[in-house]
């Protein structure tokens, strides 16, 4: 069955940090790019970070120097290591391929960045 999900979120102040991680199922994970998008109120989904099967890295440029996108293959989980949050991070967060599918989108989790 494939499955994408996310957990690790929270409630933190401004300047905190917080690591989601997303647990995928295998056949998700054997494919290539995976990906961590966030929504937040009133806005489209954006894609944050991006790694590849290879371990390169890519992120927008709001969290470039700030957040950290890993993967371990062996647990088959990516990890957002979030650092120096913001205000403007409040968001649910959401893993994905890459190429986002539609149908793999999860329940996602919440990040609340409040004093």
């Known amino acids: 069955q494939v499955q994408l999900v996310e957990s690790g979120g929270g409630l933190v102040q401004p300047g905190g940090p917080l690591r989601p991680s997303c647990a995928a199922s295998?056949?998700?994970?054997?494919?290539?790019?995976m990906g961590w998008y966030r929504q937040a109120p009133g806005k489209q989904r954006e894609l944050v970070a991006l790694?590849?099967?290879?371990?390169?890295?890519n992120y927008a440029d709001s969290v470039k120097g700030r957040f950290t996108i890993s993967r371990d293959n062996a647990k088959r989980t990516v990890y957002l290591q979030m650092n120096s949050l913001k205000p403007d991070d409040t968001a649910v967060y959401y893993c994905?391929?890459?190429?986002?599918?539609?149908?793999?989108w999860g329940q996602g989790t919440q990040v609340t960045v409040s004093s």
């Open positions: 295998a056949l998700i994970f054997s494919l290539n790019a």
């Open positions: 790694i590849t099967n290879g371990g390169n890295t």
């Open positions: 994905n391929l890459g190429t986002p599918i539609p149908a793999y």
